[in-house]
């Protein structure tokens, strides 16, 4: 099994229909999860040149879950009934 990072781009306000839509999800794909993640807060970027906060936008990742897969197509499947409502950026963990 390998492990994957989702990075979710998503752009909402959580209230207990989008929470029971998670759980619901996260319950589904059980024995994959890793780690069921949290949503991010503000961010801020810090590169050699500098550093900013980062704005809430469609380019910002709002959230993680990491889980074990076979292949990159097997954790894009595990995606199929997630509630998310832009993007998931998929990123292969690979060991060291």
């Known amino acids: 099994m390998k492990k994957f990072v989702?990075?979710?781009h998503d752009q909402w306000e959580p209230d207990k229909a989008v929470e029971d839509a998670w759980m619901s999800w996260f319950g589904e794909i059980g024995?994959?999860?890793?780690?069921?993640?949290?949503p991010f807060g503000p961010g801020?970027?810090?590169a050699l040149t500098g550093r900013r906060d980062l704005p809430a936008n469609g380019?910002?990742?709002?959230?993680y879950a990491i889980v074990n897969?076979?292949?990159?197509e097997?954790?894009?499947k595990l995606l199929e009934n997630c509630p998310f409502k832009?993007?998931?950026?998929?990123?292969e963990a690979l060991a060291m």
């Open 6 to 8: 989702y990075l979710f």
């Open 31 to 38: 024995e994959s999860v890793v780690d069921s993640g949290n």
């Open 44 to 46: 801020r970027e810090v």
């Open 59 to 63: 380019d910002t990742a709002t959230g």
């Open 69 to 72: 897969a076979d292949s990159m």
């Open 74 to 76: 097997g954790a894009e």
């Open 86 to 91: 832009t993007s998931v950026r998929i990123y």
